[in-house]
């Protein structure tokens, strides 16, 4: 009877551990928190200085404080356009306002997901509602950096192949507006006066 109690109890011990290494490996590649502020907290990165949030390194140009916010990882690819991007995307659950200097995506080759090194940033903004490319400006590998000088809006962020989003020179009663997307840049060629 004893040694009948006693499977009985290994065998159950077996299955919760089991059960438990399966819930364990399913949320690997679930979201992750890595920083919190809280509603009467705030985070000031100045000028010179960078704030590496596990991979993404933002470096303002000028003082800058981030205020209620959560940034979270997501370990699986998102799809630019039908392209994957890397398997791994940065997001807040509010936009990060404001935001001019540089920003860093360091990453390993496991999360490339096809991706080579000669690759581009892609930041979400909810303000237009679409993901824009940013050309990397660094020769480094396993990083991609990017430099705005106007104000941005940061919500999702990720690095996939360039040129994934659609890009079309587009041509209408006689004018031309490229490239598109665009970062900070356009050219408008009109053959007539203005």
Do not use: C
């Not at 364990?24 to 009467?40: C, E, I, P, R, Y």
């Not at 209620?68 to 936009?95: F, K, W």
């Not at 990017?146 to 941005?152: R, V």
């Not at 041509?171 to 203005?194: A, C, Q, R």
């Amino acid at each position: 009877m004893k040694k009948t109690t006693f499977l009985f109890k290994q065998y159950y011990k077996k299955k919760f551990l089991a059960l438990i290494l399966i819930v364990f490996v399913s949320n690997l590649n679930a979201q992750t928190t890595l920083l919190t502020v809280g509603s009467s907290g705030a985070v000031t990165v100045n000028s010179g200085g960078s704030l590496n949030v596990s991979g993404l390194e933002l470096s303002p140009s000028s003082d800058f404080t981030i205020n209620q916010t959560q940034i979270s990882v997501d370990l699986e690819a998102t799809s630019l356009n039908g392209t994957p991007s890397m398997e791994r995307v940065y997001s807040a659950d509010s936009d990060i306002q404001d935001f001019s200097g540089t920003i860093s995506f360091n990453y390993a080759d496991e999360e490339m997901n096809g991706v080579t090194h000669d690759a581009s940033m892609f930041v979400y903004d909810t303000t237009s509602l679409i993901w824009q490319e940013y050309l990397d400006t660094d020769s480094s590998e396993n990083v991609v950096t990017s430099t705005f000088d106007s104000p941005l809006q940061i919500n999702l962020v990720t690095v996939g192949v360039p040129g994934s989003l659609s890009v079309e020179d587009l041509t209408v009663s006689g004018i031309k507006i490229y490239p598109n997307p665009s970062s900070s840049i356009i050219n408008i060629d009109y053959t007539e006066n203005l």
